[in-house]
């Protein structure tokens, strides 16, 4: 199946720094990634979608500024955590779309552990 | 909008012993459905999904799930659990509103099997 790489895997930062997650697919090209974030013994909440070459789409309650996303091409996008706080703290997994539209399907990363101390 | 609920938080189970993972599902229109697990402090991995065609669905590891349209239902099931099988079981749904392209989530099943 397609696979779908999260760089890095754990990530502790300090608080007021940024900290920067790659989301990769490896043998497919993606038009759209989606970033979740996953609270701890909670489901998986969608934060952003992410297309390729234009300005990604947030869900409600999700700030664009803190929570910056780049889909710089086909088989990368960016998530970076700005002025990280301890509350940021949380799983983020991304996930990506094959080029199979409509489908369905989605393929995920490993996730990113962030621990802001 | 589309909504999934899973109303079992856990499920305990002995090794080798049946196990269903009950899964409903709020849509108006055509759904996709989909079950995905995930152990410790990994991503999602997909178990099986339902787009069209049997509503029996064979999947990965043994599992299998079956699409009720009456029942708006999609429980997942394994006739014999192995200790490996431990592990945090999503229900997510995706439908015609979005051109399914939104997968949403249900809060996840814990199923922890013991010897």
């Known amino acids: 199946g397609a696979v779908v790489s999260q760089h890095p895997s754990r990530v502790i930062c300090k608080s007021g720094t940024s900290v920067k997650i790659e989301c990769r697919s490896l043998d497919f090209q993606a038009t759209t990634m989606f970033w979740y974030r996953q609270f701890p013994k909670q489901s998986l909440m969608l934060m952003a979608t992410s297309n390729e070459g234009s300005k990604a789409t947030y869900e409600q309650g999700v700030e664009k500024d803190k929570f910056l996303i780049n889909h710089a091409s086909l088989t990368l996008s960016t998530l970076t955590v700005t002025s990280a706080h301890p509350e940021d703290s949380s799983f983020y997994i991304c996930s990506a779309r094959g080029d199979r539209v409509g489908t369905g399907e989605l393929f995920f990363g490993e996730g990113s552990r962030l621990t802001v101390l | 909008a589309q909504s999934v609920t899973q109303l079992d938080s856990q499920v305990p189970v002995f090794e080798e012993a049946p196990v269903e993972l009950r899964c409903n599902y709020s849509s108006s229109v055509s759904v996709y459905l989909f079950w995905y697990v995930q152990y410790p402090n990994q991503g999602l991995q997909l178990l099986l999904k339902y787009l069209s065609g049997s509503t029996l669905v064979k999947g990965i590891n043994g599992f299998e799930a079956e699409f009720n349209k009456s029942q708006t239902s999609f429980h997942l099931r394994k006739p014999s659990v192995h200790i490996s099988d431990t592990a945090e079981y999503f229900c997510?749904?995706?439908?015609?509103?979005?051109?399914?392209?939104?997968?949403?989530f249900g809060t996840g099943t814990r199923l922890l099997v013991s010897p």
């Open positions: 997510a749904v995706s439908d015609q509103n979005t051109g399914f392209q939104k997968l949403v």
